[in-house]
């Protein structure tokens, strides 16, 4: 079945002599972007090395997402937990609106893997609306969506409290205060652990 994705085609502009990362700088994927630098994908992104297909959260679904979250995502310290979630966003080869059927399962570069739901026309990665279909580069294709990814094994909750927690002991370490509440800390920090990244698959 092959899907038009129409209804907000005519806001972007592609060319396909520029790669995935030019397209989106193009269209104003600001804090995407922004995200893929911080976690050192922007080169990954780029040509030679692809097709890629991106499903790019639009800058609104950033906005949504829980108070602290986008900040503490792209803090040095988040670096592996921030690469894994944007790797969640993005699969090999190009598929586009032809290759969608409902059921269809995608393998993303993190090592998850996405189920795609239809109704009519509309189409659903994990339940969020691809708004926008199509969108070509050199060196792959985009999908626009209305939310962020959230993969499976990423707890949104534990990932903000261990980001909370880490920056007070930060604080706290700096004053050199020695003792039982430090040896503490050390323990609370091991609990609030997201897990790592599953090994992807390499560039082409």
């Given at each position: 079945?092959?899907?038009?994705?129409?209804?907000?085609?005519?806001?972007?502009?592609?060319?396909?002599?520029?790669?995935?990362?030019?397209?989106?700088?193009?269209?104003?994927?600001?804090?995407?972007?922004?995200?893929?630098?911080?976690?050192?994908?922007t080169?990954?992104?780029?040509?030679?090395?692809?097709?890629?297909?991106?499903?790019?959260?639009?800058?609104?679904?950033?906005?949504?997402?829980?108070?602290?979250?986008?900040?503490?995502?792209?803090?040095?310290?988040?670096?592996e937990?921030?690469?894994?979630?944007?790797?969640?966003?993005?699969?090999?080869?190009?598929?586009?609106?032809?290759?969608?059927?409902?059921?269809?399962?995608?393998?993303?570069?993190?090592?998850?893997d996405?189920?795609?739901?239809?109704?009519?026309?509309?189409?659903?990665?994990?339940?969020?609306?691809?708004?926008?279909?199509d969108?070509?580069?050199?060196?792959?294709?985009?999908?626009?969506?209305?939310?962020v990814?959230?993969?499976?094994?990423?707890?949104?909750?534990?990932?903000?409290?261990?980001?909370?927690?880490?920056?007070?002991?930060?604080?706290?370490?700096?004053?050199?205060?020695?003792?039982?509440?430090?040896?503490?800390?050390?323990?609370?920090?091991?609990?609030?652990?997201?897990?790592?990244?599953?090994?992807?698959?390499?560039?082409?």
């Amino acid at each position: 079945m092959k899907l038009a994705f129409t209804l907000f085609s005519a806001t972007l502009s592609f060319a396909l002599s520029a790669d995935i990362i030019d397209v989106g700088e193009e269209n104003g994927f600001v804090t995407l972007l922004a995200g893929i630098e911080a976690a050192g994908l922007t080169d990954f992104f780029r040509e030679p090395y692809g097709p890629y297909t991106l499903f790019a959260p639009n800058e609104e679904a950033f906005e949504n997402l829980p108070d602290g979250m986008l900040d503490c995502l792209v803090k040095p310290k988040s670096k592996e937990t921030l690469t894994y979630i944007l790797k969640y966003h993005a699969a090999d080869g190009n598929i586009t609106s032809s290759d969608i059927t409902d059921g269809l399962s995608l393998n993303m570069l993190n090592g998850d893997d996405v189920l795609v739901t239809l109704s009519g026309e509309t189409v659903y990665i994990n339940e969020v609306t691809v708004l926008v279909g199509d969108v070509g580069a050199s060196n792959g294709v985009i999908h626009v969506l209305e939310s962020v990814l959230v993969p499976p094994e990423t707890d949104v909750d534990a990932f903000l409290e261990s980001c909370k927690k880490k920056g007070k002991k930060g604080k706290r370490g700096k004053k050199g205060k020695k003792g039982k509440k430090v040896k503490e800390g050390k323990k609370r920090r091991k609990r609030g652990t997201i897990g790592k990244e599953k090994k992807g698959k390499k560039r082409h």
